[in-house]
């Protein structure tokens, strides 16, 4: 199982960028999809999910910013966030498991920095 995280970098306040998460191993559109976030010495949060069915749901610093995507034909999936914050700096993680609360596979994780 791999699940390769890509897209993060530098970005200043207001900009966006877009993450993704491509997939092999374990089939990918009967998983949930999520994005996470961890800041050092901050619990790793949940960011945004997508059900298999397309069910979105965000954490509320994020609503409105941010899109989760998928891809079920590429395995991959995508996180669109636009009107970055300095809040919004981390290293985002993706994620696949059987709920929203059950992650059984991670990615390895890309870092996010929002500069004023």
């Known amino acids: 199982v791999q699940l390769q995280a890509s897209g993060g970098g530098m970005v200043q306040t207001g900009g966006s960028l877009r993450l993704s998460c491509k997939t092999s191993?374990?089939?990918?559109?009967?998983?949930?999809m999520s994005w996470h976030r961890q800041t050092p010495g901050k619990q790793r949060e949940v960011v945004a999910s997508?059900?298999?069915?397309?069910?979105?749901k965000y954490a509320d610093s994020v609503k409105g910013r941010f899109t989760i995507t998928r891809d079920n034909a590429e395995n991959t999936v995508y996180l669109q966030m636009n009107s970055l914050e300095r809040e919004d700096t981390a290293v985002y993680y993706c994620?696949?498991?059987?709920?929203?609360?059950?992650?059984?596979?991670w990615g390895q994780g890309t870092e996010v920095t929002v500069s004023s």
């Open positions: 997508i059900t298999t069915g397309g069910n979105k």
């Open positions: 994620a696949g498991g059987p709920s929203t609360v059950q992650f059984n596979y």
């Open positions: 191993g374990f089939t990918f559109r009967n998983y949930i």
